[in-house]
């Protein structure tokens, strides 16, 4: 599954293994490097939560990383502690808890060498895992967020009460003050949208204004858990698109 | 010891460094030509290996629900004295784009085992298959007659997918509420177009190559040793148990037994679980298949146990 039709695109040989530092674990992480001119972005894509490998279902992202690196890029894609190859034993997937650890061990893992600007791209969890890490981090040029929850308990429905979770408003919040350019991406028939949907135009008016930083795309169908492989190949292009008019 | 020309990335310096665990270390390595490679991690004793194991994986929604429990019987079987490589099928996971065929998988496997052999200075190799990664691992030892243990092996190829296109109805039906605009998936496999399987791309040249295979004739000459562990409830350990009294009639010999587990490979969500390491079923699971594979593989069952 190609999303499109880089020039040139990365294979096995443009990719080096990593071993991941966070905490007591390793995690293990398959770096892409850009083929061509080097763009100046590193992106890291994060899979989403249920034990989700690095590859993403259906590997998605394997395909996303050697497109993207086709473009320039340097991207990086990891399995969570207690996941895949990586060591340790995973959590319950906490939305207010989403693993920093390994996120930030991740970013530090990315070369030193003339350091780039960085994209987060995330799937549900990811997105979670992202916007909790990274909302501040002075790197962070863009994301791009999958389905990402709206409340910070249990899966992260928020539902009738529309009561939208702390962290998710304090996260996007700063995303939003920091002027950061970030894509939510939902399906028209995910739940999650269907919470944002409710919230909107009223708590999220003001993120969402027209002179903001942040963007929202409602894509056909059901984009959360990726369980359409017409859904992944439009979210992977929406992304490739996305992070194309960043440089 | 490669079977295929060109560069070969396990062999160079691509990886930056083995990963120690419990003494034992793991080598990720791309292994083949550019443009072909195959993913795959060789689990290493912290002595010389007595033997190795390869372990060839199921497809699709089953490849991601077992991976995790792959990865604890690689480990295990590396404290146990055995080399254990595990690997993506190319097209899948890691590796570079291919066709996925049953002989490619078949051929990747071999080509892997080549690798591993080399890497842990080891001649003497057993099998491990989880279900339609049975099939792969009964026709990669075939020629030797080599062991192996088998998690959910199909008994064809044809029940595989059949299973697989019920899900696939349980599924889209779960999702959707409705499969009325679903076509025929053999229909739409035999025209030569992919499956959508709950988000899993299924071609139709691995539909098409491995639909006509039975485990029994993927197994060879009888007698050779096959360790059948069926996971799943009292239905279905009873319908495994008569599996393998029928291929014991052919001559095999053929060991049984079964986990109380759930097995719902197919339906994330479902059967939201614990991490595998935390599940009493997983954990004797994996015990039981490492002790008979490191037995059946020369490893010292004891050691490190």
Same mark, same amino acid.
């Given at each position: 599954?190609?999303?499109?039709?880089?020039?040139?695109?990365?294979?096995?040989?443009?990719e080096h293994f990593v071993y991941i530092p966070a905490?007591?674990?390793h995690l293990?992480g398959v770096l892409t490097e850009p083929?061509?001119?080097p763009s100046g972005l590193d992106v890291l894509?994060?899979?989403?939560?249920?034990?989700?490998?690095?590859?993403?279902?259906?590997?998605?992202?394997?395909?996303?990383?050697?497109?993207?690196a086709?473009?320039g890029h340097r991207v990086l894609r990891f399995?969570?502690?207690?996941?895949?190859? #990586?060591?340790?034993?995973?959590?319950?997937?906490?939305?207010?808890?989403?693993?920093?650890a390994d996120v930030a061990g991740a970013v530090e893992c990315l070369p030193g060498e003339g350091r780039n600007d960085l994209v987060l791209?995330?799937?549900?969890?990811?997105?979670?895992?992202?916007?909790?890490t990274l909302?501040?981090d002075p790197r962070v040029r863009?994301?791009?967020?999958?389905?990402?929850?709206?409340?910070?308990?249990?899966?992260?429905?928020?539902?009738?009460?529309?009561?939208?979770?702390?962290?998710?408003?304090?996260?996007?919040?700063?995303?939003?003050?920091?002027?950061?350019?970030?894509?939510?991406?939902?399906?028209?028939?995910? #739940?999650?949208?269907?919470?944002?949907?409710?919230?909107?135009?009223?708590?999220?008016?003001?993120?969402?204004?027209?002179?903001?930083?942040?963007?929202?795309?409602?894509?056909?169908?059901?984009?959360?858990?990726?369980?359409?492989?017409?859904?992944?190949?439009?979210?992977?292009?929406?992304?490739?698109?996305?992070?194309?008019?960043?440089? | 010891?490669?079977?295929?020309?060109?560069?070969?990335?396990?062999?160079?310096?691509?990886?930056r460094a083995?990963?120690?665990?419990?003494?034992?270390?793991?080598?990720?390595?791309?292994?083949?030509?550019?443009?072909?490679?195959?993913?795959?991690?060789?689990?290493?004793?912290?002595?010389?290996?007595?033997?190795?194991?390869?372990?060839? #994986?199921?497809?699709?929604?089953?490849?991601?629900?077992?991976?995790?429990?792959? +990865?604890?019987?690689?480990?295990?079987?590396?404290?146990?004295?055995?080399?254990?490589?595990?690997?993506?099928?190319?097209?899948?996971?890691?590796?570079?784009?291919?066709?996925?065929?049953?002989?490619?998988?078949?051929?990747? +496997?071999?080509?892997?085992?080549?690798?591993?052999?080399?890497?842990?200075?080891?001649?003497?190799?057993?099998?491990?298959?989880?279900?339609?990664?049975?099939?792969?691992?009964?026709?990669?030892?075939?020629?030797?007659?080599?062991?192996?243990?088998?998690?959910?092996?199909?008994?064809?190829?044809?029940?595989?997918?059949?299973?697989?296109?019920?899900?696939?109805? +349980?599924?889209?039906?779960?999702?959707?509420?409705?499969?009325?605009?679903?076509?025929?998936?053999?229909?739409?496999?035999? #025209?030569?177009?992919?499956?959508?399987?709950?988000?899993?791309?299924?071609?139709?040249?691995?539909?098409?190559?491995?639909?006509?295979?039975?485990?029994?004739?993927?197994?060879?000459?009888?007698?050779?040793?096959?360790?059948?562990?069926?996971?799943?409830?009292?239905?279905?350990?009873?319908?495994?148990?008569?599996?393998?009294?029928?291929?014991?009639?052919?001559?095999?010999?053929?060991?049984?037994?079964? +986990?109380?587990?759930?097995?719902?490979?197919?339906?994330?969500?479902?059967?939201?679980?614990?991490?595998?390491?935390?599940?009493?079923?997983?954990?004797?699971?994996?015990?039981?298949?490492?002790?008979?594979?490191?037995?059946?593989?020369?490893?010292?069952?004891?050691?490190?146990?």
């Open positions: 599954m190609r999303f499109m039709a880089a020039k040139t695109r990365a294979q096995a040989d443009d905490g007591a674990d293990f083929v061509g001119k894509l994060l899979s989403g939560g249920m034990y989700t490998l690095s590859t993403n279902r259906n590997r998605m992202f394997v395909d996303l990383a050697r497109d993207l086709g473009h399995d969570y502690h207690g996941v895949g190859e #990586s060591t340790g034993v995973i959590g319950p997937y906490a939305l207010s808890d989403p693993n920093p791209v995330g799937c549900c969890y990811g997105g979670g895992a992202a916007m909790h909302a501040d863009s994301m791009v967020l999958m389905a990402p929850p709206l409340g910070d308990e249990g899966r992260g429905n928020i539902g009738d009460s529309c009561e939208i979770g702390a962290l998710f408003l304090k996260h996007a919040e700063t995303l939003r003050a920091r002027n950061i350019p970030t894509l939510f991406v939902y399906g028209a028939e995910d #739940s999650y949208y269907h919470d944002f949907d409710r919230v909107r135009h009223t708590r999220l008016e003001a993120l969402f204004s027209d002179d903001s930083s942040l963007a929202v795309q409602v894509l056909p169908g059901e984009l959360h858990g990726l369980s359409w492989v017409r859904s992944q190949e439009l979210f992977a292009r929406t992304t490739l698109d996305w992070i194309s008019q960043l440089h | 010891m490669m079977a295929t020309a060109g560069r070969v990335l396990g062999e160079d310096q691509d990886v083995d990963l120690a665990t419990n003494g034992c270390r793991e080598r990720p390595a791309f292994v083949g030509p550019i443009g072909g490679a195959v993913f795959a991690c060789l689990h290493l004793p912290d002595k010389p290996a007595r033997g190795a194991v390869v372990l060839c #994986s199921s497809i699709a929604a089953e490849w991601k629900f077992n991976y995790r429990r792959e +990865v604890l019987l690689a480990r295990r079987l590396a404290e146990l004295g055995v080399a254990a490589a595990r690997l993506h099928y190319l097209g899948t996971g890691h590796s570079d784009d291919g066709e996925i065929t049953f002989g490619a998988m078949v051929d990747d +496997v071999e080509r892997v085992r080549d690798w591993a052999c080399g890497q842990a200075d080891v001649e003497h190799v057993v099998y491990f298959g989880s279900r339609l990664g049975a099939l792969v691992a009964a026709a990669a030892g075939r020629a030797t007659g080599s062991p192996l243990a088998c998690w959910n092996a199909p008994t064809t190829g044809a029940a595989y997918f059949r299973e697989v296109f019920q899900i696939l109805r +349980v599924g889209r039906l779960a999702g959707s509420g409705t499969v009325d605009d679903m076509p025929a998936a053999q229909d739409l496999l035999r #025209s030569g177009q992919p499956l959508d399987v709950l988000g899993y791309t299924l071609g139709p040249a691995l539909y098409l190559s491995a639909s006509t295979l039975s485990f029994a004739d993927e197994l060879g000459s009888p007698p050779r040793r096959v360790n059948l562990i069926e996971i799943g409830d009292a239905r279905q350990a009873q319908q495994a148990a008569g599996y393998a009294a029928s291929l014991r009639d052919q001559g095999f010999d053929v060991a049984a037994s079964s +986990v109380d587990d759930g097995r719902s490979w197919w339906l994330d969500g479902a059967d939201a679980p614990r991490a595998d390491e935390h599940r009493e079923a997983v954990v004797t699971l994996v015990e039981e298949t490492a002790i008979w594979l490191a037995a059946a593989g020369g490893g010292d069952a004891l050691h490190g146990g």
